[in-house]
């Protein structure tokens, strides 16, 4: 039946229709680094640190009080938001460690992949401040009815400076990029499979100027993240971000060398 009401949804969506044949795609051909959560997750355990020891790591000594406390007014605004939807969504991510990236001199033009809430992309915001642009592209859940509610924590003052784009990584993410040039950080938190993170790091990295920070969430799902920064030679920051009961939830960051 699932299955069924999946297939609807994407019938009376042409404009999905694209990421309806990839997803048959990684589902009846899966590529082999789909199979590598336990060796990601390993990798991920070894290397977490905190939150408050990556931003150390990344921009040196400061300001590492979370969101939620220094910007009280506008979490206590969206967290009433939130408790008013009628839908079930992802969580929230590491907000204070995007929002505190976000912070840093320079940082200005900024692209998210996941929205969900808008949590991410509230901390985003708050982050790059007035003269700072977000583009963020999402495809809805398939199930569950929360079209309506994307970015809905995300307060209509800030959203002149707030691009979203409502369609799947393959479409979106090329849009966003072209519209900004280059990046300064970026946040991956969509296509979960192997695959689809490797086919949109590139893109990004590629996209993001020197010094600027790269996140992505959920890298102990598969390998994907390891063998990126392996790739492009830059140092792997594993931030361990949530618990749930006894799993872990890892987020990672790299950072581009200035030549």
């Not at 609807?8 to 009846?28: A, D, E, N, T």
Request: hydrophobic share 40%; net charge negative.
């Amino acid at each position: 039946m699932g299955r069924i009401r999946t297939l609807g949804w994407f019938l009376v969506r042409p404009r999905f229709y694209q990421q309806f044949f990839r997803v048959l795609r990684y589902r009846f051909f899966p590529h082999p680094g789909e199979d590598t959560r336990l060796q990601a997750t390993e990798w991920c355990r070894e290397r977490a640190i905190s939150t408050e020891e990556a931003l150390v790591a990344l921009t040196g000594p400061g300001e590492s009080r979370p969101m939620s406390e220094l910007e009280s007014t506008r979490y206590e605004q969206a967290l009433e938001v939130a408790r008013g939807v009628p839908v079930v969504m992802g969580g929230p991510g590491n907000l204070d460690l995007l929002y505190h990236l976000a912070l840093q001199d320079g940082v200005k033009k900024v692209v998210e992949t996941g929205v969900a809430f808008g949590w991410s992309s509230l901390a985003l915001l708050l982050g790059v401040g007035s003269e700072g642009r977000l583009f963020s592209t999402d495809m809805p859940y398939v199930r569950g009815g929360s079209e309506d509610y994307v970015g809905c924590v995300v307060p209509e003052d800030l959203r002149g400076r707030w691009t979203l784009i409502r369609l799947a990584d393959h479409q979106a993410l090329p849009r966003a990029l072209d519209a900004l040039g280059t990046i300064d950080l970026c946040h991956y938190d969509s296509d979960k499979t192997y695959v689809g993170r490797m086919w949109a790091y590139d893109l990004l990295w590629e996209a993001l100027e020197q010094g600027g920070f790269f996140v992505s969430d959920d890298i102990g799902d598969n390998d994907a993240f390891r063998v990126f920064a392996k790739s492009v030679a830059a140092e792997p920051i594993v931030v361990e971000s949530e618990r749930y009961d006894a799993n872990v939830k890892y987020v990672g960051v790299l950072r581009k060398k200035i030549d």
